[in-house]
């Protein structure tokens, strides 16, 4: 039986909720703000080296609050060793710079006496100086694999930097181009030099460093103002406040399309096309894109990360899925007609919507956009209605965008093997041995020896995240995905990566030549094709290959084999799996500060706006050793905008956040030892029955998936049930997959298993659990959590060793507030108490002298499940 919650603080009686609700001040917005994340094109990322180590955050009276994590020092394994077999590592305290300088590895430091709860809680008075030089303290593990040193500020690679904002003026009706500015302060001597994929604009950022104020106060550049007795203590100011001020946002309007849509039809002519495709994909099949490979959103301005745009000769379709429907409504034109995929009645996807209309059609897309087999596909669907899948030799969209932004030119970096656990070298072996294991293409009537032309003598990869993950390397090309624009060939002998030069430095080219690869011009990749240089025999490609690859190979000289790179990829290494244990605990600490802070700012009356906690969240997580950017786009989202799926808030739009309805946030920030990916959903007033059951409901479906026991050989598909079960039972649904793969250091969604996949699960796959439910118009809830599976031991063990289930990596609790008691079963029960008790001991030593965190942690530990109940005359306390 559940412990009686106890008794409220004297603030917490419902009869103070009557006073006037407060904004942030000019100066306390600067804590919360961030990226603005709608404007899809901009994808603001946080370059690691974007921040200064000693200013980015100062105090006001000895009260604002640290956003370092003091117990960052502390061993992984000290807290957690009762999850997992964690490779030993021997904790040893360094002092950092204090003047602004790099990370000094030289001097130890002795740490103070550790309390009960921890370093930073409990410490006598002399102690207090000896604990303020050690808050910026960081870990340097012994052990040769050091998982969890962080990067020197002088030595750091080019991780990510925020990229320009997208001005949303350009999308004003008769605009033709995008605008990007950059919203970081101008430093007088950056480490590098940033590629023009993000075009700064000068006057602008003057203008914005006017109005921000000096940080010096020299010249005629007026101060900010000062902080006030009544304004909140734990402002965020420095290098936070400017990141704030430099983020400038205009309502956007809709993009008039006509003028776009009447140049692309005039192409179409020229080859006589009744239909052009545009899709969302790059010329590498790649979820999310470069700035300048946005078609789809410059032609139809709909800023979705999914959905096709197909033209024709009198009308324009946009064909998505349900987690953009609303949002598609919002931003398209009246030139353009959403077409709903997925719904009952209608299409499943954008290629069974052509071919159900096109009829002698010519049908027209650059071969560079379309995967191989959906070529394939959609050609043999076309033939049957006498139509044809055409191919310009340009692309149509590129002929008409007079001011496409440029391709990066941002350097790639070594990822090192305490980060990968395995050489680029072996990998590199190990799939030529793969290669050397495939069967000849030989016809299946042919009894003949196979001849030297048939067999399988290389591999072509197109895929960034797999060539990163191959050679060790990552880049700065898309947004939130580490990954660079390349080609790779792999043959028997040689290894040629095809590169723009200006992204080698001279450090990354020694380290290529030392695994045996070459570098040529990124197209170059061409004409290589077209001679064969690797002789007799074919090349491996995966069904996700552009066609145009296919097409300049010729069917005679590949052989189209699922992607042995995927495979190999998604199972994880220990080293691997040992990062992002501790990814996930110091993506867990920024979260639990995150909703204390915010818990905390909303009791007190003060009205924050989901973008302002998007970006508080992003501060705190900027703070965490090895932190390199955002892993998407940050979900913050209350009321109506949380039933959006992937709602993301911007500056000038964003909503107060909702008492009366759930708050839910979904994100989770880039690690060079992990990607992380985290939502919870929380609620900071009385829920209503219809909002606790749904909850309840979720909840029900994650616990389930969490606690599964299955046998080898079983897919996620046949798991997605269990997610989905209790929700079934009355009658809630969600319309987006229940979970996915990700990666270490790499694209937060991953293959090729997923809980919508018919690939058997694996030790060693990591996968996301994320049931929701989202009342259209209203709310929203969705409970994700990131999971390891592997070996568990059953009592029967039937079959032998051959039973899987899951670790879990995510450490955050989950409210108690809006389930409902009875609902749960026993187990169910005790599986949610363990769950927040257990996120309790974990995080707990790394909260330092967070008192508030550390506070709004026991309290989500030890309270009860539910509501507490009416007292007398009805008068309703929550003691949250």
Known sequence: MAPPPPPPPPLCFPLFR???????????????????????????????????????????????????????????????????????????????????????????????????????VGLGKKEKDRERELQDTIYEGEDSLDLTRNVSQESRPPGYE???????????????????????????????????????????????????????????????????????????????????????????????????LNALRELMKKDNLDYYIVPSLDAHGSEYVAIHDKRREWISGFTGSAGEGIISKSNAYLITDSRYWTQSRSELDENWILIPAGVADGPRDWLEWLVDRANESRVGIDSRMITHQNAVKLNQALQKKKSKLVYPPQNL???????????????????????????????????????????PSVPSYSKAEPKPSQMQVGTLISSLPNIAWLLNLRGDDIPFNPVFHSYLFVGLQQATLFIEPAKISDEVNQYLKSIGVDTKEYNDVWSFLRRK????????????????????????????????????????????????????????????????????????????????????????????????????????ASGPNAALPHYSPRK????????????????????????????????????????????????????????????????????????RKALWQDGLNYLHGTGHGFGSYLNVHE??????????????????????????????????????????????????????????????PIQTKMVKDVMLSKEERQWLRAHNKECLDVLEPFLGKDKRALKWLRREAERGIGLAKAGPGGLAIDWA
């Open 397 to 439: 969209v590129d002929i008409i965008w007079a001011e496409r932004p440029s391709r990066s030119r941002e350097p790639v970096f070594v990822q090192p093997l305490s980060f990968t656990g395995k050489e680029a070298g072996a990998k590199l072996a190990e799939l030529r041995a793969w290669i050397t294991e495939q069967a």
């Open 652 to 723: 000038s739009t964003a909503k107060v956040i909702d008492r009366k309805t759930p708050y839910l946030n979904d994100s989770g920030g880039q690690y060079r030892d992990g990607t992380c990916d985290t939502a919870r959903t929380v609620h900071f007033d009385r829920p209503s029955d219809a909002q606790c059951e749904a909850f309840t409901r979720v909840l029900q479906g994650h616990i389930a998936i969490d606690s599964a026991i299955f046998p080898e050989g079983t897919t996620g598909a046949q798991l997605d049930v269990l997610a």
């Open 533 to 636: 240089p690797w002789g007799d025999g074919n090349l491996i490609i995966a069904p996700e290959t552009s066609q145009a690859i296919a097409l300049v190979l010729t069917s005679f000289r590949y052989t189209v084999i699922p992607s042995y790179i995927d495979e190999v990829k998604a199972i994880k290494n220990e080293v691997e799996l040992q990062g992002l244990r501790l990814a996930y605990i110091r993506d867990g600490v920024a979260f639990v500060k995150f909703l204390a802070w915010l818990e905390q700012k909303l009791l007190q009356g003060y009205e924050i706006t989901e973008y302002e906690a998007a970006w508080r969240l992003t501060e705190y997580r900027r703070m965490g050793m090895n932190y390199m950017g955002l892993a998407y786009e940050n979900i913050s």
């Open 162 to 260: 925020s990229p320009g904002a997208y001005s949303d003026s350009q999308r004003s009706r008769g605009s033709s181009n995008i605008e990007y500015v950059n919203p970081l302060p101008p430093r007088s001597a950056p480490s590098h030099s940033r590629s023009n994929t993000y075009n700064s604009n000068q006057s602008k950022s003057t203008d914005r460093s006017a109005r921000s104020g000096s940080r010096s106060g020299s010249g005629n550049v007026p101060r900010r103002p000062p902080l006030n007795a009544s304004e909140s203590s734990d402002t965020l100011v420095g290098s936070a406040y400017e990141r704030k001020i430099n983020d400038l946002d205009v309502i956007p309007e809709r993009v008039d399309t006509n003028d776009r």
């Open 751 to 812: 293959g090729p298993h997923g809980f919508s996949s018919n690939v058997p699960l694996v030790p060693g796959h990591v996968i996301t659990n994320e049931p929701g439910f989202y009342k259209d118009g209203e709310w929203g809830i969705r409970l994700e959590s990131a999971l390891i599976v592997k070996r568990v031991k059953t009592k029967n063990s039937f079959g032998g060793d051959a039973w899987l289930g899951f670790e879990r990596l995510t450490c955050v």
């Open 18 to 120: 009557g006073k006037s609700r407060r904004r942030l001040t000019f100066s306390e917005k600067s804590a919360v703000e961030s990226f603005d994340s709608q404007r899809s094109s901009i994808q603001r990322l946080d370059r690691a080296n974007s921040y200064s180590p000693t200013a980015t955050v100062t105090s006001h009276a000895d009260a604002a609050e640290k956003l370092t994590f003091s117990t960052d020092t502390q061993s992984y394994d000290s807290a957690r060793n009762h999850r997992t077999d964690a490779i030993e590592v021997k904790p040893v305290l360094r002092r950092k710079s204090t003047k602004g300088r790099s990370y000094s590895m030289s001097t130890p430091v002795t740490p103070p006496k550790k309390s009960l709860w921890g370093y930073g």
